[in-house]
């Protein structure tokens, strides 16, 4: 199996737990015999990097330097995932299995993929919007939420870390119960069940 | 190739949706690609009541969901937008029985999507650059213009090739974004004679009585009433002209500079001589412009100068100022009369030599028209696009992408 994070921190750019998760689920998934990539951000080490633990990194900048917001940032720094991803993509071969995406940074290159190139993704949720911004409805907190939404209806499947989450999720974006799977990050469980999520996503075949 | 050669354009306007010279100039173009066997998808921003796919002379239009939910700015808009664009523009590239072989874009508007499709299919990609921010603000002054400004010279640094409607945008595109000549290539805009053969032969002496008295000649002025469009230097010159040819000077447009412009015209005592207009329908414009004995276009910068291409293409004969794109297109004592920008004596010089001298008008009249269908007619200027897409396919065929 290959496969793809989407993460916008990853060591050495550590911003919040995401960076340390993201670590560890690359470790655990080579060690499962997972050839493993993981797109990041980082302001100048880019380009393409073996990882002591076995994955491979793939680090981009914007290449717009001037910004008026995070989300100008970010929108403007998802052609670069894509440029990566689709680097990956037609190096092996045409066959990466599957892209799992953190948060919503990264979400617009993974539902361009997925309708350019039949590749399928999981959205990882660690949080959502209308938390981060306690109810906030302006229009910056409502084009993240729109963000969010898009990748819900794009993702072949959405994993999170708590029974709160799935029950948050079915509530503020009415996602069908049945395609969110809670994995539990500290159960030891937790390797076992993401790679049966990421087999029953390649078992689906190509998105759409 | 054996299969037609298809290209993807993608553009935030096309009519019914018309915002600014985009829109016009991704139709003619489209439809006269398709003429010529491309086969064109354009892809741009939806428009109530115009539907989300249609067949519009040959060229297959999708109109995309251009992200309605209120924005923080404009700004940040086009780049939501863009992800809509790029979602649904992969969505259809990928189930097209036929592949997409090159994308072509038209300006930052859609570059964030142009730029993501060509890595993600690996097809090259063209952007045409009908403007710049730099241009626009006259240089670049705030985060959101910076901002602006370096999407562009990203969109031209990932584009194969970059197409300009000037020399002179050429020159100010590869200054403003440091790119080698050889990535830049020189394509003019075109004009659409057909409307103006469509007004030719209708009564020119009746329709000139509802603006101007039988003996004045008449001068025609059509832009914005802004300051770089040079209203106020036309207005200055008259009574230089009107010494010598009686004449009525008709100004068509709206801008913020028209109470004072008219002010002035007040305050010469020229107000018998001056008639604005403010903003007229299409046909009366172009009858306005197939009438006129002189068209004046007294710019102060011009990136292009569509406006005295439309006139010679209604037969008028034109007085322009030598500035930006507009100095391109005439050929002084050929195609028109070039004046120097911002000088009412070169002005009123130029207009009253056309307005006195027949013979040196209608030769001007007609060599300007026959510039017209040599030039900027938009079947050459498809034939020319073709050629540049050829060419980059050719060279696309020898990398490593294909």
């Given at each position: 199996?290959?496969?793809?994070?989407?993460?916008?921190?990853?060591?050495?750019?550590?911003?919040?737990?995401?960076?340390?998760?993201?670590?560890?689920?690359?470790?655990?998934?080579?060690n499962n015999k997972v050839e493993t990539y993981i797109v990041t951000y980082h302001g100048y080490l880019t380009g393409l990097a073996d990882e002591a633990n076995g994955a491979k990194t793939f680090r981009v900048a914007n290449p717009v330097r001037t910004?008026?917001?995070?989300?100008?940032?970010?929108?403007?720094?998802?052609?670069?995932?894509?440029?990566?991803?689709?680097?990956?993509?037609?190096?092996?071969?045409?066959?990466?299995?599957?892209?799992?995406?953190?948060?919503?940074?990264?979400?617009?290159?993974?539902?361009?993929?997925?309708?350019?190139?039949?590749?399928?993704?999981?959205?990882?949720?660690?949080?959502?919007?209308?938390?981060?911004?306690?109810?906030?409805?302006?229009?910056?907190?409502?084009?993240?939420?729109?963000?969010?939404?898009?990748?819900?209806y794009e993702a072949e499947k959405v994993d999170v870390k708590s029974d709160w989450m799935r029950e948050e999720i079915v509530r503020i974006y009415k996602v069908p119960r049945e395609k969110i799977k809670v994995i539990s990050p500290t159960a030891d469980s937790w390797i076992k069940e993401v790679l049966e999520l990421y087999k029953t996503v390649v078992a689906g075949g190509k998105a759409k | 190739m054996s299969q037609a050669?298809?290209?993807?354009?993608?553009?935030?306007?096309?009519?019914?949706?018309?915002?600014?010279?985009?829109?016009?100039?991704?139709?003619?173009?489209?439809?006269?690609?398709?003429?010529?066997?491309?086969?064109?998808?354009?892809?741009t921003c939806d428009f109530p009541g115009a539907p989300?796919?249609?067949?519009?002379?040959?060229?297959?239009v999708y109109r995309i969901d251009s992200y309605k939910n209120p924005s923080p700015d404009f700004a940040t808009w086009v780049y939501l937008m863009n992800l809509n664009m790029q979602k649904e523009a992969a969505a259809l590239a990928a189930k097209l029985s036929d592949k997409i072989d090159v994308f072509h874009a038209h300006d930052w508007l859609v570059a964030t999507a142009g730029i993501g499709l060509k890595h993600v299919f690996r097809k090259p990609l063209l952007v045409t650059m009908h403007s710049t921010e730099i241009g626009r603000r006259d240089g670049v002054h705030t985060a959101t213009e910076k901002m602006i400004s370096e999407t562009e010279a990203w969109l031209t640094y990932e584009a194969w090739k970059v197409i300009c409607c000037s020399q002179y945008m050429v020159s100010h595109v590869k200054w403003a974004f440091g790119l080698p000549d050889d990535k830049l290539v020189m394509v003019p805009n075109g004009v659409n004679t057909q409307v103006y053969e469509d007004v030719q032969g209708q009564d020119c002496a009746s329709f000139r009585l509802k603006f101007a008295l039988p003996e004045e000649k008449n001068v025609l002025f059509v832009g914005r009433l802004v300051y770089e469009k040079g209203a106020h230097v036309l207005i200055n010159a008259i009574p230089k002209i009107v010494d010598k040819v009686n004449a009525k000077f008709v100004i068509v447009g709206s801008g913020?500079?028209?109470?004072?412009?008219?002010?002035?015209?007040?305050?010469?005592?020229?107000?018998?001589?001056?008639?604005?207009?403010?903003?007229?329908?299409?046909?009366?414009?172009?009858?306005?412009?197939?009438?006129?004995?002189?068209?004046?276009?007294?710019?102060?910068?011009?990136?292009?100068?569509?406006?005295?291409?439309?006139?010679?293409?209604?037969?008028?004969?034109?007085?322009?100022?030598?500035?930006?794109?507009?100095?391109?297109?005439?050929?002084?004592?050929?195609?028109?009369?070039?004046?120097?920008?911002?000088?009412?004596?070169?002005?009123?010089?130029?207009?009253?030599?056309?307005?006195?001298?027949?013979?040196?008008r209608n030769s001007l009249r007609e060599n300007a028209y026959k510039r017209i269908q040599e030039k900027y007619d938009w079947d050459k200027i498809a034939k020319q696009t073709k050629r540049i897409y050829e060419g980059v396919l050719g060279e696309y065929s020898k990398s490593f992408w294909a």
């Open positions: 199996m290959r496969v793809i994070l989407f993460s916008w921190e990853y060591p050495p750019r550590i911003v919040g737990k995401l960076a340390e998760y993201t670590s560890a689920l690359a470790t655990q998934l080579v910004h008026i917001g995070v989300l100008t940032w970010v929108l403007t720094l998802n052609q670069e995932v894509e440029r990566a991803a689709a680097n990956i993509y037609y190096q092996a071969n045409k066959q990466v299995d599957l892209i799992d995406v953190y948060d919503w940074h990264f979400i617009p290159a993974a539902v361009s993929l997925k309708n350019a190139l039949g590749i399928p993704f999981v959205y990882s949720v660690d949080s959502l919007e209308d938390h981060r911004a306690l109810g906030a409805n302006t229009p910056f907190n409502m084009a993240i939420k729109s963000i969010e939404w898009l990748g819900f | 050669l298809s290209v993807m354009m993608l553009s935030w306007e096309f009519p019914p949706r018309v915002i600014g010279g985009i829109s016009p100039h991704v139709y003619f173009l489209s439809k006269s690609l398709v003429k010529n066997g491309v086969k064109v998808y354009v892809v989300a796919h249609e067949s519009v002379d040959g060229v297959e913020y500079m028209k109470d004072q412009l008219s002010n002035i015209v007040k305050s010469m005592g020229l107000e018998h001589k001056v008639m604005f207009t403010g903003f007229v329908d299409e046909e009366t414009l172009r009858r306005l412009q197939s009438c006129a004995d002189v068209s004046v276009v007294p710019s102060l910068f011009e990136p292009f100068g569509i406006v005295a291409l439309e006139a010679m293409a209604a037969k008028s004969a034109v007085v322009v100022s030598d500035t930006g794109g507009l100095g391109e297109i005439v050929d002084h004592d050929v195609t028109g009369v070039k004046v120097y920008p911002n000088n009412t004596e070169s002005l009123a010089w130029g207009i009253t030599k056309v307005l006195t001298d027949e013979k040196y």
